[in-house]
Nanobody, 129 residues
Framework: VQLQASGGGLVQAGGSLRLSCAAS????????MGWFRQAPGKEREFVAG????????VTADSVKGRFTISRENGKNTVSLQMNSLNPEDTAVYYC???????????????????????WGQGTLVTVSS
């Protein structure tokens, strides 16, 4: 599978952006999908994940209530709606796919499965103050 992320850009604090990730696979619904981000000088962190059928999602505490992950299996896409953005959200955002792991119910567990082995190229989100 290959992943292509898009939708990043420059936005003012308080604004919104929607990231999208298109997957080239015939078995998209076999993958748990997720979004990660990496800010300058910081380690990559898990942001949100969504189950194979799209009926369950987890988000990191840092974005809970502001970011929403969704997927359309018929279109092989996963999206991240980001609202109330602040400068601390500035980062390169990556979509990722995990085919092996069972569904995890916490963001900490999902981010640490070690099975996120397919990555998109990243899209830069810059939030100005």
């Amino acid at each position: 599978v290959q992943l292509q992320a898009s939708g990043g850009g420059l936005v003012q604090a308080g604004g919104s952006l929607r990231l999208s990730c298109a997957a080239s696979t015939r078995s998209f619904n076999s993958y748990v999908m997720g979004w990660f981000r990496q800010a300058p000088g910081k380690e990559r962190e898990f942001v949100a994940g969504i189950s194979r059928r799209g009926d369950s999602a987890v988000t990191a505490d840092s974005v809970k209530g502001r970011f929403t992950i969704s997927r359309e299996n018929g279109k092989n896409t996963v999206s991240l709606q980001m609202n109330s953005l602040n400068p601390e959200d500035t980062a390169v955002y990556y979509c990722a796919a995990d085919r092996k792991s069972p569904w995890q119910t916490t963001a900490k567990a999902m981010g640490a499965t070690g099975n996120w082995n397919v990555w998109g190229q990243g899209t830069l989100v810059t939030v100005s103050s």
